[in-house]
């Protein structure tokens, strides 16, 4: 069984920045393909973006693309989003994912929130204008 928590929320003036952390524990985190997605109020859980097991291949949102960026650390066992130019758009609660990938070529990423099998419980984000 795999325990994520997320940190790094709060609440930032529009054009800020702000990162994110993902502590994984209780499974072999360097065979899990990782990803943050996000839900705002009143909206369904949205992509926002995703890392290969192995660090090599990322893939983003459409609307974060160019300001936000994922990144891993298996020594620590932690995935990081670092958001930059936030709009409040981007305000919402963000979930990191994890998803067993021991089958996987280590360039697969993945967009849609079905295919984790674990989740945390989420940081608060809340971009100001």
């Known amino acids: 069984q795999v325990q994520l928590v997320e940190s790094g929320g709060g609440l930032v003036q529009a054009g800020g920045s702000l990162g994110l952390s993902c502590a994984a524990s209780?499974?072999?985190?360097?065979?899990?393909?990782m990803g943050w997605f996000r839900q705002a109020p009143g909206k369904e859980r949205e992509f926002v973006a995703s890392v290969s097991w192995n660090g090599i291949s990322t893939y983003y949102a459409d609307s974060v693309k160019g300001r936000f960026t994922i990144s891993r650390d298996s020594a620590k066992s932690t995935v990081y989003l670092q958001m930059n130019s936030l709009k409040p758009e981007d305000t919402a609660v963000y979930y990191c994912?994890?998803?067993?990938?021991?089958?996987?070529?280590?360039?697969?990423?993945?967009?849609?929130?079905?295919?984790?099998?674990?989740w945390g419980q989420g940081t608060q984000v809340t971009v100001s204008s």
């Open positions: 994912a994890a998803r067993s990938d021991y089958g996987g070529s280590g360039y697969s990423t993945y967009p849609d929130g079905y295919q984790y099998d674990y």
């Open positions: 209780g499974g072999t985190f360097s065979r899990y393909a």
